[in-house]
């Protein structure tokens, strides 16, 4: 580098001058790294995506495993287009949605289709994605495990969404955060908890926590053991516009202290099992 560039003192560069070089140098390396690290708040997957990608509308990635690393807290995954998704664990607030897309979501097989482990403020939602379990595959050896598996956060959203065929529960809801709640609401379960006598469509147990959950304008059909269980003290279920039947035991109370609610007389319940006036949906 010429002394013309660079300002020198006896054949030396100066003080000032490499202060400006090591603060040139500090920017360029700010520059160039942050993408790398930066997490957008809307992200995309298609069924030809690749998770090389940034996860963007024109170079989508692959899987939702994929592009939650990419999201940002509070963001959105969207489907492009049709796909098998891929198991993923939630950990933070966020919303998947393929609503508007045929057949986008989950498929999985020996696993929980979607766990939601997130914070004790966090809000998830999942929106319009078809979540199918194989346990009617021709001749499964080893079918899903839940469909949507709760294990902490402050309230779930999963709406529009068909979950089908898993070994045990459709939706499971074992958190561990005091005060849980899941809405249920436009969606189909059937089919649901076929590898085992404790399983069926929606269940609230809790996790040393007290837990709830709402279903409005929902079938939930099929299923072996029971469409809805709760047990557990303080644990409940609230039925709105809701249709169960084809269960052993459409309405289950496991062991003392919960409770399922029915909300105005449009809930229809075929076959055994009944709501509970206490304790109260909170």
């Known amino acids: 580098m010429s002394a013309g560039l660079i300002p020198t003192v006896g054949g030396r560069m100066s003080l000032k001058s490499s202060f400006l070089l090591a603060v040139f140098c500090a920017m360029c390396f700010a520059l160039f790294s942050a993408p790398a690290n930066a997490q957008a708040t809307r992200t995309w997957v298609s069924g030809v995506g690749d998770d090389a990608n940034p996860c963007s509308r024109t170079a989508p990635c692959k899987t939702f495993a994929g592009a939650i690393s990419r999201t940002a807290a509070s963001g959105e995954i969207d489907c492009l287009d049709a796909g098998g998704f891929g198991a993923v664990t939630i950990t933070k607030a966020i919303t998947i949605r393929c609503r508007g897309v045929s057949n986008g979501g989950v498929l999985v097989a020996g696993t929980n289709g979607i766990v939601v482990n997130a914070g004790p403020t966090d809000k998830v939602v999942l929106d319009g994605l078809d979540i199918e379990g194989l346990a009617l595959a021709p001749s499964p050896t080893s079918p899903g495990l839940n469909g949507v598996d709760v294990l902490a956060g402050a309230v779930v959203y999963i709406l529009h969404c068909r979950i089908r065929d898993f070994g045990q529960n459709g939706v499971n809801v074992a958190s561990s955060t005091a005060g849980t709640r899941v809405f249920i609401k436009d969606s189909f379960l059937e089919n649901n908890g076929a590898s085992g006598s404790t399983f069926g469509g929606v269940n609230v147990q809790g996790n040393g926590a007290a837990n709830s959950a709402a279903i409005a304008d929902t ?56 709501p509970t006036a206490s304790p109260a949906f909170k």
Do not use: H
């Open 219 to 274: 079938l939930i059909d099929g299923s072996k053991n029971f469409a809805v269980q709760v047990g557990g003290a303080g644990n409940t279920i609230a039925l709105v516009r809701t249709t169960l039947s084809g269960s052993a035991n459409n309405v289950a109370i496991s062991n003392l202290g919960g409770g399922v609610n029915a909300f105005g007389p449009s809930n229809t319940i075929v076959g055994t099992g009944s």
